[in-house]
């Protein structure tokens, strides 16, 4: 014992110590308040299986705060997760093309509509196409329709009057609102830069082959692909039609969103009115 501490350079003492008591034992920490807490966890994560920590902490202390009580660490949450296998396999993937440098996001609600379309593929074969316009500030979806065929110019101006109607209540903006689309056919139509006019919008285009000049439509066509359409089984159009009214809900008054502070579009918007 005397040699080992001599090489050591520590007290002998020191060492009989630490080899006289049992040994600490290792493992992931935990508490017995976690209990609870593990079980609504597993609730929120059975039903939104591709939520990672952070969206689960804020569906977790939004119910926590319903019901009068303390909320709680999102480290805390990820800790709980870790421990029972329920956290999403972490992303490695490498973004490919240009960088880009522009502002999408607006600062205040009302200032620039992005407007975009998806396809949803189906079981059987079919093919459901959703026309969407969504507010660059508070990231609600104002608007949206959808066909089995394809998206038109008609679809595109009954867009932008529903949405005009349900931001103002009125035929034209009381301000001009900026349009951001892509360079569809549908958006590029005469009909639609006159109808665009009457309603008080500025039509504003992305440059060609730069979808990430519409990020802010890029990233809900890719939030409502994979935290809705994934999984979901979609045998057929018929499905897909019935379905979509309860998704956009969803994502207007659930969603936690980590441009909002974590807060649903809604949430967003009641807070900053």
């Not at 049992?22 to 017995?32: D, E, F, L, S």
Request: hydrophobic letters at 40%; a positive charge; proline letters at 6%.
């Amino acid at each position: 014992m005397k040699a080992v501490a001599d090489t050591l350079g520590v007290a002998r003492s020191n060492l009989a110590e630490r080899f006289a008591k049992p040994p600490r034992p290792r493992g992931p920490y935990r508490k017995p308040e976690d209990l609870p807490l593990l079980a609504l966890i597993r609730e929120i994560v059975d039903a939104r299986p591709t939520y990672g920590y952070r969206r689960v902490t804020a569906l977790v202390n939004r119910k926590l705060r319903g019901d009068g009580k303390p909320v709680v660490n999102a480290k805390r949450v990820l800790r709980i997760m870790r421990i029972n296998g329920l956290t999403l396999a972490p992303h490695t993937a490498q973004r490919q093309g240009r960088t880009h440098d522009g502002v999408v996001v607006a600062l205040r609600s009302n200032v620039r509509w992005c407007s975009d379309h998806l396809e949803l593929h189906c079981r059987d074969g079919a093919v459901v196409r959703v026309l969407f316009a969504i507010d660059a500030c508070d990231r609600e979806v104002i608007a949206w329709s959808a066909t089995t065929g394809g998206v038109s110019g008609e679809m595109v101006r009954d867009l932008m009057v529903a949405c005009v109607e349900r931001r103002f209540g009125a035929t034209r903006t009381p301000h001009a609102v900026e349009w951001l689309s892509d360079n569809g056919s549908a958006y590029i139509a005469r009909e639609t830069a006159q109808i665009a006019t009457a309603l008080g919008l500025h039509l504003a285009f992305t440059p060609v082959r730069s979808p990430e000049s519409n990020g802010i439509s890029e990233a809900f066509v890719k939030t409502l692909k994979r935290d809705y359409a994934r999984v979901t089984l979609l045998p057929d159009a018929a499905t897909v039609l019935h379905l979509l009214p309860g998704w956009f809900e969803d994502y207007n008054t659930v969603h936690p969103h980590s441009g909002l502070r974590m807060l649903s579009p809604r949430e967003f918007i009641a807070q900053s009115a």
